[in-house]
């Protein structure tokens, strides 16, 4: 987009005053995103075009981070989000001539993303912060918060996606990837517990993230410093956080990694991002969320997976992409990861189990 208009467009939300600099940012595969800068104060921040093909209701996505924002004032947390800055006229998302949505928050300054986890504290602090946000959306009335895309995270439903793209066949790709295909198929029946203690109330349903990609979370220093990204937040599970948070920060490489090689999953990260999460959970996570717990990073990988594959198959038409087969690179990793995460799933439920009897063990300590 040419930086004219992205000016006229930031003159909404601050008119009168002159933008130094306005240049593209980051790695997210929905919308469009800039960082701005503005003269004089130095001041900076984050424009987003909303896209409105995946968020069909922009008002309710920016009416739902203005009630995180309230839940979380006037009392000190570790951990921030980014502040909605209304547009000139007070509206919390701005619509220009052409209907897009466009969104400005606060930038958080020092701040860098991780892409591919490296080091044991990296997922320990990631851990402590999407298990921060789990535990202040806890108390949330989740009936208060609308579903922002219908089903998002329901496998059932991800599934007949995949089925539908097989049988349609847009792009003429399903004769090249019939074994990729194959590998998900034959799992399919294999994660559904979780939706079906889902539907029975088991599992209860709350205010959750659903998009804790490890890059959606900002470091500053050692230290987990903002969760950002809220177009997701609103009824889940736990599963869908925790899940998620490990199938990238878990990966020893990219989400696009060629080479699945370089494709694992890394229980040492698993380990240390487990703890971070039990410290913040652990008074609010029930016995049958803990029972699956294992299953969840596996869970997301698969969800992810077929929506991969199902958006290759459909000819590239929801994530952006930067070359013909990136879809496809995408959903192999993700199998090459539940491949990984199979072969471990009695060490998962143990790493799970140990986090929680070392956290009670220190309490009962402390108490002596
Ligand atoms: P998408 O939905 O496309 O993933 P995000 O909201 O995650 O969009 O933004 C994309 C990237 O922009 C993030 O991964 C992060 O690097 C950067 N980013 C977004 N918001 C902020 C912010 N408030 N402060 C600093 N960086 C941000
Ligand atoms: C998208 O917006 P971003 O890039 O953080 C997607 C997630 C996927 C992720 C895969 C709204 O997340 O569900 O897990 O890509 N978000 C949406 O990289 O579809
Ligand atoms: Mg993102």
């Not at 980014?82 to 000139?88: M, Q």
């Not at 108390?139 to 995270?153: A, G, M, N």
């Not at 240390?272 to 029930?286: D, P």
């Not at 990984?340 to 140990?354: F, H, L």
Request: aromatic share 8%; hydrophobic share 40%.
């Amino acid at each position: 987009m040419d930086v004219l208009k992205l000016k006229r467009i930031a003159g909404e939300f601050f008119p009168g005053k002159a933008v130094s600099s306005i240049v593209p940012f980051g790695e997210g595969h929905i919308n469009d995103t800039y960082k701005l800068g503005l003269g004089g104060t130095g001041e900076a921040f984050i424009l987003q075009r909303i896209n409105t093909k995946v968020f069909s209701n922009p008002l309710g996505v920016a009416n739902t981070h203005l009630k995180i924002q309230e839940a979380l004032s006037g009392q000190y947390h570790p951990l921030v989000i980014a502040r909605l800055v209304p547009d000139s006229a007070g509206n919390p998302v701005h619509f220009d001539q052409d209907g897009n949505a466009w969104r400005m928050t606060s930038f958080i300054d020092n701040s860098v993303t991780i892409e591919v986890v490296k080091e044991p504290w990296q997922a320990l602090e990631a851990g402590r912060g999407f298990g921060w946000f789990n535990k202040i959306c806890h108390s949330l009335d989740v009936t208060r918060f609308p579903e922002p895309i219908k089903d998002f995270h329901r496998l059932s439903f991800r599934i007949r996606q995949l089925d539908e793209a097989i049988n349609r066949d847009a792009a003429k790709r399903l004769i090249t990837v019939l074994d990729l295909v194959k590998f998900y198929k034959d799992r399919e029946q294999s994660l559904s517990l979780i939706e079906e203690m889902t539907d029975q109330g088991k599992i209860p349903l709350q205010v959750v993230h659903n998009d804790t990609k490890i890059n959606n979370l900002l470091f500053r220093g050692r230290k987990a410093a903002a969760v950002i990204d809220l177009d997701t937040v609103g009824p889940g599970i736990i599963h869908y956080d925790y899940g998620d948070a490990l199938r990238t920060g878990g990966n020893t490489s990219n989400e696009d990694e060629q080479d699945l090689e370089n494709v694992d999953f890394n229980m040492q990260a698993f380990e240390a991002f487990t703890r971070g999460y039990m410290e913040q959970v652990c008074n609010i996570i029930t016995k049958a969320e803990l029972d699956n717990l294992h299953l969840a990073p596996r869970l997301m990988a698969f969800i992810m997976g077929i929506r991969f594959l199902a958006d290759y198959l459909n000819g590239d038409v929801y994530y952006k992409t930067a070359y013909p087969g990136h879809n496809l690179d995408r959903s192999k990793v993700q199998m090459k990861l539940i491949e990984c995460m199979e072969a471990r799933e009695a060490q998962m439920k143990a790493t799970i189990d140990n986090a929680l009897a070392a956290l009670s063990e220190g309490r009962n300590t402390s108490n002596d």
